[in-house]
């Protein structure tokens, strides 16, 4: 992957660039920021560009056999470590064992979260962890003499799922041998090791602009302008978000969102039952974009009710329902909207029962839309 791959980011590539032509380069970084914001793109573009035979000011040249390598991912001396689950019973699970699983979701979306790579493994209901084995393989991989001239290079893939194993790996945060990179790629800091974050530098990545999520909308997915406006305004500079926003389009939530919001108002317990189930049949993915497009609807719904329709980026049928809906959506009843919705989707992630999460999903939602009735 190439710097110009990653979506907007323009400040912090010109640093790691300034960074690398100055000869400062740190031997263990943490790259910090939301996974849709960039963090892993930005590592795998770093890691091209600090192997490329032929650099230019600004990009990896993308053509020499270390960039063709390194696009594939299997340049002999890039490493990765990131999340997994046992293949078998009573195994002590490694990355190596899902390498090829996680080359194929590389290529099709490095903006991808923690949930979206469980569910690649299969992992269902098991939760995924870098294992004190794997922290072992790591030091065994960095020991090795390097393939190529150049850097051996490791990048760690949500190092707060490394627990207290982590601290296997401080020595060779500190001196690692000549001409080796680690670069850890978090989006949570609080539940990384103090003892590792200590040993690193950080790099904080926050949103994508507006700008920058609009262009990589109409030039990456071939959206036209207004759509990819609209998802741009929903998106709040998550570029993961935004392509989650467009299956959510591409699958026609509106009606079933609609449908729901109906149902749960009235309330019609038969008809929130049947909506329910026919929710259930879908795949977690799908319920989780159905929660972001929700909240993106509701979001719409309270600009309208504050007065701010000026900035409304919905479709047609959407606006017809917000601008009857926003009359029960409030500056007092979308933080419960929110927490409801943000838990629902935790859930989902968790493999929770989508029969149940919804149905008392549903209870919640006309609760709240009631309690703002009664008070205006």
Not at 72 to 88: G, N, R, T
Not at 129 to 140: F, K, M, Q, V
Not at 290 to 315: A, D, K, P
């Amino acid at each position: 992957m190439q710097f110009s791959d990653v979506v907007g980011q323009e400040p912090l590539k010109n640093k790691l660039l300034s960074n690398l032509k100055s000869g400062k380069i740190s031997h263990a970084q943490l790259f910090l920021g939301q996974s849709g914001y960039g963090g892993l793109p930005l590592a795998l573009a770093y890691a091209q560009y600090v192997n490329c035979a032929n650099p230019g000011e600004t990009d990896s040249c993308g053509v020499c056999d270390s960039c063709q390598k390194m696009t594939s991912y299997e340049y002999p001396d890039l490493h990765f470590s990131f999340p997994v689950i046992s293949k078998k019973p009573g195994s002590k699970p490694i990355s190596l064992d899902y390498i090829a699983e996680w080359r194929k979701a590389l290529k099709e979306n490095p903006y991808m979260d923690y949930a979206q790579w469980m569910e690649i493994i299969e992992a269902e209901n098991k939760q995924g962890n870098i294992t004190a084995e794997e922290c072992r393989d790591i030091i065994r991989k960095l020991s090795l003499k390097p393939m190529y001239d150049g850097y051996k290079i490791l990048i760690v893939w949500l190092p707060e799922y490394l627990g207290k194993e982590g601290n296997i790996l401080l020595k060779t945060l500190e001196e690692p041998s000549p001409n080796t990179l680690m670069i850890l790629v978090s989006e949570n800091e609080e539940n990384i090791l103090q003892t590792i974050l200590s040993r690193t530098q950080i790099q904080r990545i926050t949103s994508i602009s507006n700008n920058d999520l609009e262009a990589a909308l109409m030039h990456n997915q071939g959206n036209g302008k207004e759509k990819s406006g609209r998802v741009t305004h929903l998106a709040d500079g998550n570029y993961n978000t935004a392509l989650r926003l467009i299956d959510a389009e591409e699958n026609n939530y509106t009606e079933d969102f609609i449908t729901w919001m109906r149902a749960c108002f009235r309330p019609d317990m038969a008809a929130v039952i049947k909506w329910g189930d026919a929710m259930a049949t879908t795949g977690r993915e799908s319920q989780k974009n159905f929660l972001l497009y929700g909240l993106g609807i509701l979001r719409e719904c309270l600009l309208q009710n504050q007065g701010l329709n000026v900035i409304n980026h919905l479709l047609d049928s959407e606006k017809d329902f917000a601008s009857r809906f926003s009359g029960f959506i409030g500056p007092e009843n979308i933080e419960d909207f929110n927490e409801a919705f943000s838990t629902a989707h935790y859930h989902i992630e968790r493999n929770a029962n989508p029969k149940i999460l919804f149905f008392n999903l549903s209870l919640s939602v006309n609760e709240f839309l009631q309690r703002y009735k009664k008070r205006n």
